[in-house]
């Protein structure tokens, strides 16, 4: 009998290392861990005590005759801690962020082997972390990885927003669907140009977003993308089960890891209200903590610049039709005809200029500046730019001196041609170019094949360099904003140099066709967990053919949906991207333009629903002054908010640009009003926003009480 009893009791013991239980410092979300009868790491997640991902397996596949990371495993130790801080981010949506978990650190051992591995979870109050470490050990050193086999079970056929799995690009359109739907809707719309070898017809891009039939919301994503290859999923159709699946290098190999070493986070946002996973911080929290010392010269900006007039046609980004000569390296354009069409040539440029000096705005972007457009765009494929040489018609220098008389900086453009080994080579020279000519801030572009060996775009080797040219920014004092490079993953608190990154499908493809109307009311959802994005909104004429009879594209948006951008896309780098005589045409609208922050102290999120509609409410860093945006999709939405996040004992004066009656993102966008109001935190707005639409709002405290002579009170 004692014996028995020592047995058990011994059992219970073992039980209770490999059973583990994690809950959030409020207790409503519940992480439940074992191993199963083959040594496999298994998950749930709970809550409010209802399942929201079912038993799901975790581990990597490992290339080579030993056995890989996902079996044979036993639990060798467990650790729990917890963690409680408040730092404060160098820009964001608020001014300090709360970074409270739970963590539990599972040890596991494969006996044959002898090789560990770690589980880390950590548990925060709306959602869940969790990634694999490899600690320096004598049984491992160099391995590649085959592929990762983390699961996420979903507990029925959810209804997903999605775009489909992709190695090169993000710049879809949002499709809504249950889970059983992804397949026919995937083999209908598969198009030859889209580089999605390898997936099968359910291959999905992260950040997902979910919402079950008992309304909980569900975001899967990652976090701190670094020295790893990008997480896309597939689905398991039948069992609801999505699987992750690593962008693979040029060779098929999906990594190459040396212990010690740890993959990325693996990130699942929960909650029963949508602002919950708009106002989450979970991918930031799970970054490292700022890596610059110095960042007083990071600084939000907005800018206008040479960009519209190639995207709808209006212009072009070359010089000539012609090759220019080149003898021993050195390119002559002596002899070319220019074609007229060159956007970025020095006078033009200055009417930027001088539109950004007279409202405000603090820089100007030029696309074209630089020589080898005419060889890239048709003529040869192995052609490279250099960074550094300007067109004939593109003086850098009296640039410079112009923009600097008018207070206005300048934003530098790298295209790369997708050639990063060669942007590598004169990375230091192009940067310090920007350096002599006080660029603030960098566009990079990544357009094409990558170039030389035929890379994904968001492989590890990729992923790789875009962290490299961040970090060589830094050390130039420059602010990086990345197009075409992977979707973030909340690295900009770690390197808040990254202001900016496009990496989805952005304003630009209004010029080429159009994005539906509820598109910007799903990019919060998905492509900004990761970090912010440059839409580049601000588009003030819809009808593309105004700018090129050639192009018959709408911008399928309305006026004030367009303001509205401002603050529901939150961003330290903002652009005005339309034409200065649209603005000029529009000068009351523009306004809001000129008057709304860039940076934050606090937010908070008012209505949301995923591809219906977003109303937040923002407070400018510093100051007393609020700003309201509000975007909805193809039904229109009509606003109910209350004002209670302003201070009680103040009165505001509100200014309301918002839909006319008669609005309509495509019979009628450009119809819009503008009014004022005094409000107070016991003011309520009902306000109609058009299909496509939206409104705008600026909230500014009365200094005196001339200001409100006249002013309904609302």
């Not at 059992?11 to 959030?24: D, V």
């Not at 992709?166 to 030859?192: F, G, M, P, V």
């Not at 986070?265 to 708009?278: E, G, K, N």
């Not at 900004?528 to 050639?550: H, S, V």
Request: a negative charge; glycine letters at 6%.
């Amino acid at each position: 009998m004692k014996k028995l009893v020592l047995l058990l009791s011994l059992c219970l013991i073992a039980g209770g290392l490999s059973a583990q239980e994690l809950k959030s410092p409020n207790g409503k979300l519940e992480l439940n861990f074992s191993v199963n009868h083959d040594g496999t790491p298994v998950y749930t997640l709970k809550y409010k005590e209802k399942t929201v991902i079912r038993p799901s397996k975790l581990g990597l596949e490992s290339f080579g005759d030993k056995p890989s990371f996902y079996d044979k495993f036993s639990v060798a130790n467990v650790d729990h801690s917890t963690f409680d801080e408040t730092w404060e981010p160098v820009w964001g949506e608020t001014k300090t962020i709360r970074n409270h978990y739970n963590e539990m650190a599972v040890t596991l051992k494969q006996k044959e082997t002898e090789r560990m591995m770690i589980l880390k979870f950590r548990l925060f109050d709306d959602g869940l972390g969790f990634r694999y470490e490899f600690p320096l050990q004598s049984k491992l050193t160099y391995f590649a990885v085959k592929e990762e086999l983390t699961q996420f079970a979903m507990t029925g056929d959810h209804t997903a927003y999605w775009i489909p799995g992709d190695y090169d690009t993000q710049e879809y359109d949002y499709t809504i669907s249950k889970l059983s739907e992804i397949r026919a809707l995937q083999e209908s719309a598969r198009t030859d140009n889209l580089s999605q070898t390898g997936f099968s017809d359910t291959g999905l891009q992260t950040s997902l977003q979910l919402k079950t039939a008992d309304g909980i919301y569900i975001n899967l994503h990652e976090a701190a993308l670094i020295n790893y290859a990008c997480m896309h999923l597939n689905l398991d159709d039948k069992n609801f089960i999505f699987q992750s699946w690593l962008t693979p290098d040029a060779n098929g190999t999906k990594g190459h890891l040396q212990a010690p070493c740890h993959t990325p986070w693996r990130t699942i946002i929960v909650s029963d209200d949508a602002r919950d996973i708009l106002a989450s911080n979970i991918t930031l929290n799970l970054n490292d903590p700022c890596k610059i010392e110095d960042t007083s010269w990071i600084k939000p900006m907005k800018y206008v610049g040479v960009w519209w007039e190639m995207i709808t046609g209006k212009s072009d980004w070359s010089y000539t039709n012609e090759l220019p000569s080149v003898k021993l390296g050195i390119t002559d354009y002596s002899k070319v005809k220019p074609h007229g069409r060159h956007g970025a040539t020095t006078a033009n440029v200055k009417k930027y200029i001088d539109f950004a000096a007279l409202h405000g705005i603090d820089g100007v972007l030029v696309e074209g500046w630089n020589i080898g457009w005419e060889d890239w765009f048709g003529h040869s494929k192995d052609f490279v730019f250099d960074f550094l040489t300007p067109y004939p018609d593109f003086d850098i220098a009296e640039i410079h001196r112009y923009a600097k008389s008018k207070g206005v900086k300048m934003v530098m453009h790298h295209e790369t041609s997708a050639s990063v080994r060669n942007y590598e080579r004169y990375m230091d020279a192009a940067y310090q170019l920007m350096n002599k000519y006080e660029y603030p801030a960098v566009k990079s572009g990544y357009v094409g094949d990558i170039i030389p060996r035929g890379e994904n775009h968001y492989s590890q080797w990729i992923n790789n360099h875009y962290q490299y040219a961040i970090e060589k920014a830094a050390q130039y004092k420059i602010m990086v904003n990345a197009h075409e490079a992977v979707r973030p993953t909340g690295i900009c608190r770690t390197w808040p140099n990254l202001i900016g990154n496009e990496s989805a499908r952005g304003t630009e493809y209004q010029a080429f066709g159009g994005s539906k109307p509820n598109h910007v009311t799903l990019l919060p959802f998905t492509r900004l967990i990761g970090g912010p994005m440059d839409y580049t909104p601000g588009i003030f004429e819809m009808d593309i053919a105004k700018a090129n009879p050639n192009n018959t594209s709408h911008c399928n948006s309305t006026l004030a949906n367009q303001l509205a951008l401002y603050v529901t896309m939150s961003s330290p780098l903002q652009m005005a991207a339309d034409f200065p005589e649209n603005y000029n045409r529009f000068l009351d609208a523009f306004q809001f333009i000129k008057d709304v922050a860039l940076d934050w102290d606090e937010s908070n999120y008012l209505e949301a629903e995923p591809g219906e509609y977003i109303t937040v409410a923002r407070k400018a860093k510093g100051t007393d002054n609020w700003f309201v945006g509000n975007t909805c999709g193809e039904k229109g939405f009509t606003s109910k908010i209350s004002f209670d996040f302003l201070d009680a004992d103040k009165q505001y004066i509100a200014t309301i640009y918002a839909d006319a009656k008669d609005a309509h993102y495509k019979t009628n966008p450009q119809a819009y009003t503008i009014r004022k109001v005094v409000v107070t935190n016991k003011s309520k707005l009902t306000q109609f926003s058009a299909p496509g639409g939206g409104y705008a709002i600026s909230i500014y405290p009365v200094t005196n009480k001339a200001q409100i002579k006249g002013l309904k009170k609302l």
